[in-house]
């Protein structure tokens, strides 16, 4: 079945960095789009990164120039690389498809940003 496995977070202060780390299984990994998705206590989820099978991302400006998307396609495994950390990223962040099913979402890694 399809599963997603996310792991790295942490508790970092602002300005710090951590790298995010997803394991998939059940889908044609190579051949899909992947995105990092992060949801705010309160707040809707909202996709912070994606990334083609050709490795071609794509960032909102929120996070554009300080998350790095990239994924390996032999081990089936995505990651986010996260730099100079702000308050405001503080959220769980999940891994799936882009731009879906809407389902099969994994636990998620708990990011929190220390001011």
């Known amino acids: 079945q399809v599963r997603f496995v996310e792991s790295g977070g942490g508790l970092v202060q602002a300005g710090g960095s951590l790298r995010l780390s997803c394991a998939a299984s059940?889908?044609?990994?190579?051949?899909?789009?992947m995105a990092w998705y992060r949801q705010a206590p309160g707040k809707q989820r909202e996709m912070v990164a994606r990334?083609?099978?050709?490795?071609?991302?794509i960032y909102p400006t929120s996070v554009k120039g300080r998350f790095t998307i990239s994924r390996d396609n032999v081990k089936n495994t995505v990651y986010l690389q996260m730099n100079s950390l702000k308050p405001e990223d503080t959220a769980v962040y999940y891994c799936?498809?882009?731009?879906?099913?809407?389902?099969?979402w994994g636990q998620g890694t708990q990011v929190t940003v220390s001011a």
């Open positions: 059940g889908i044609p990994f190579s051949l899909t789009t």
């Open positions: 990334v083609g099978p050709t490795a071609i991302s």
């Open positions: 799936n498809r882009f731009p879906g099913p809407d389902d099969d």
